[in-house]
């Protein structure tokens, strides 16, 4: 079964830094593109970053640039995201999401986990 | 950044009646598009993608068209299971971005 599950969201204080992780099985997780969808609460979806299959490629969206920094590590299937400077705004649900194909990627989030939550707050 | 702009916001229907919703983009994205459903308390699930094609396992009811910038979501004859909030979404540069989302609700 393929698998996605994320940890590391808490609460934190604006300004402070977080480390969320996802494990992937259930596939060969070296050969995919991975992402990351937030979701403020009763609010849309957003696309915050993805990572190319071989680590060799990162894009975000504007309001994190310079904030967070993707990452993986394919030894262990596993995703990260690495977020600093945080603020109120950043306090969502993260999701976990795999590309729908392989190597070059198709830029579509077919298998997403149940994702963790990131409060960001005084 | 591209906008999409979603519509209707709601949609009220009834099990058995034909949905239509609509996603209009802020400048072209070619046919590189998807369509999302989630349900409450669940992580969203691919229905669409490229504009027309059904993603593994969605019914045949579910369907998309479009190109350009205006895409559309057609749900033939609605299930109890398809009430729940719909997202399209864009691939064609960076960022990639969501349409804020179309509730479709039972009447």
């Known amino acids: 079964e393929v698998q996605l599950v994320e940890s590391g969201g808490v609460v934190v204080q604006p300004g402070g830094s977080l480390r969320l992780s996802c494990a992937a099985s259930?596939?060969?997780?070296?050969?995919?593109?991975m992402h990351w969808v937030r979701q403020a609460p009763g609010k849309g979806l957003e696309w915050v970053s993805l990572?190319?299959?071989?680590?060799?490629?990162?894009y975000y969206t504007d309001s994190v640039k310079g904030r967070f920094t993707i990452s993986r590590d394919n030894s262990k299937s596993s995703l990260y995201l690495q977020m600093n400077s945080l603020r109120p705004e950043d306090t969502a649900f993260y999701y976990c999401?795999?590309?729908?194909?392989?190597?070059?990627?198709?830029?579509?989030?077919?298998?997403w986990g149940k994702g963790t939550t990131v409060t960001v707050s005084s | 950044e591209i906008v999409l702009t979603q519509s209707p916001a709601t949609l009220s229907l009834s099990p058995g009646e034909r949905a239509t919703l609509s996603c209009r983009a802020s400048?072209?994205?070619?046919?590189?598009f998807a369509w999302y459903q989630q349900k409450p308390g669940q992580a969203p699930r691919l229905l669409i993608y490229?504009?027309?094609h059904r993603a593994t396992g969605i019914p045949a009811r579910f369907s998309g068209s479009g190109s350009g910038t205006d895409f559309t979501l057609t749900i033939s004859s609605l299930e109890p299971e398809d009430f729940a909030v719909y997202y399209c979404?864009?691939?064609?540069?960076?960022?990639?971005?969501f349409g804020q989302g179309t509730r479709l609700e039972i009447k």
């Open positions: 999401t795999k590309d729908s194909r392989g190597y070059s990627g198709q830029y579509y989030m077919d298998v």
């Open positions: 259930g596939f060969n997780f070296d050969d995919y593109t």
């Open positions: 990572i190319s299959w071989d680590g060799g490629s990162a």
């Open positions: 400048q072209t994205v070619s046919s590189y």
């Open positions: 490229d504009a027309s």
């Open positions: 979404q864009h691939r064609d540069n960076w960022p990639i971005t």
